[in-house]
């Protein structure tokens, strides 16, 4: 079938967007799905750092691609032994769990050895690419366009009620910031929080620290208005980034928060984060740092003041267990993604939307394929 998409063309081209166009959006060809494998309607794909890593080069991936992994749609179409039926309502996890690895079989598919490879070669979890003219898949779920072919391992299927834009939060932004809020750091009700970078991950981090019953909450972030909406959003103090905000943070938090969590992507900011951490206490990273950046931290404290440094990879959580679970709390008020929807753009204006992002300018905007 033919279906317009957004193909990524070249990477590490220069800003803005709008103007050098790594992202060209064409008709492609689509092959039917094959075994274990779903077509799916895209109803809405959010814009992601993980996105833009790969468009300014910092995550090198195999060229043309066609971007996007963070989405939610409809089976219009099931290939043999793929488990869903048409008019499913899913969301697509970026990382298709494989099942039988020893990292799924341990409980932890977000580290699925298969489905790894299969991420970083550009194919579905089968090892095919459905693209006909050879284009590459992003992390299993190519989102950026009208239709995609996705393994029924990247799919779990939701509440049909669920508005299909705010669906595809959960599948990136929510469910790593919630996942790592409540699975990686395992906030407790009363535990101090402090959450650096307060995009689309940071504010649904944010939103679960709220509802795990958090005492007290500092985001910080160097966006402006990104603080006032934490601070709606339920933060019981904003901080400036720079280097004044690790002392701001220990000042109140008295000495450090419990539980601290990194979404930036920096490793600079992952150590500020780390410092801002009390003795006994827990810091969570689930940015991606640029693969040739080092961290450096004090040794000695992590025996000595018995620390702990946890990466977190899609918030350590099941994609097919928690998904739902998530789903449910903002069904029951409890976590607000609607509010984490900064835009809505055509699938023309994908290039005018990551400038957006790169320049801080937004949270989540959510692209709605044209035709879809």
């Known amino acids: 079938m033919k279906v317009n998409a957004a193909v990524l063309v070249a990477s590490g081209v220069e800003r803005p967007y709008a ?32 996105d833009l890593s790969v468009i300014n080069g910092s995550r090198p991936r195999p060229l043309p691609m066609v971007l996007g992994h963070e989405a939610a749609g409809e089976v219009v179409e099931v290939g043999p032994d793929a488990e869903f039926a048409v008019g499913d309502h899913v969301v697509l996890a970026f990382v298709p769990a ?15 050895e298969p489905g790894a490879v299969a991420n970083r070669a550009g194919t579905l979890l089968s090892g095919e690419r459905r693209w006909r ?14 239709y995609a072919v996705v393994s029924s391992k990247s799919a779990v299927r939701v509440d049909p009620s669920l508005p299909l834009e705010l669906a595809a939060l959960f599948g990136c932004a929510v469910l790593t910031g919630a996942g790592a809020a409540f699975h990686s750091a395992e906030i407790k009700p009363g535990e ?8 689309g991950v940071g504010l649904a981090a944010l939103l679960a620290a709220r509802a795990a019953g958090a005492g007290r909450i500092v985001a910080v972030d160097i966006v402006r208005a990104k603080r006032d909406l934490a ?26 928060a419990d539980k601290v969590i990194d979404t930036t992507g920096s490793e600079h900011v992952l150590a500020q984060a780390y410092n801002a951490t009390r003795i006994g206490g827990t810091t969570v990273t689930v940015g991606l740092p640029h693969p040739d950046r080092q961290l450096v931290l004090p040794a000695l404290s ?19 267990r928690d998904i739902p679970r ?24 994908v290039n005018e939307g990551f400038d957006q992002l790169a320049g801080g300018e937004a949270v989540r905007q959510v692209i709605v394929p044209t035709g879809s």
Not at 192 to 199: C, D, E, I, N, S
Not at 231 to 255: I, K, N
Not at 302 to 320: D, F, I, K, N, W
Not at 329 to 334: D, H, P, V
């Open 302 to 320: 992590l025996v000595a003041e018995e620390r702990t440094l946890r990466g977190s990879y899609l918030g350590s959580s099941v994609p097919r």
């Open 19 to 50: 103007d050098s166009r790594p992202l060209r959006v064409t008709e492609l060809e689509l092959d039917p799905p094959g075994r274990g494998e779903l077509l799916v309607r895209i109803g809405a794909a959010g814009l992601c750092h993980s």
């Open 192 to 199: 101090t929080v402090a959450v650096f970078g307060l995009g």
């Open 231 to 256: 601070a709606r959003l339920g933060a019981s103090h904003v901080v400036a980034g720079g280097s004044d905000a690790v002392m701001e943070v220990r000042d109140l938090t008295q000495g450090g």
């Open 98 to 112: 494989c099942g039988s690895c020893r990292m799924c079989l341990a409980g932890r598919p977000a580290l699925c």
């Open 326 to 349: 998530f789903v449910q709390l903002y069904q029951a008020g409890l976590l607000p993604v609607a509010e984490l929807v900064s835009g809505r753009l055509r699938l023309d204006q």
């Open 133 to 146: 003219g050879g284009e590459h898949h992003h992390l299993g779920v190519s989102a950026f366009a009208e």
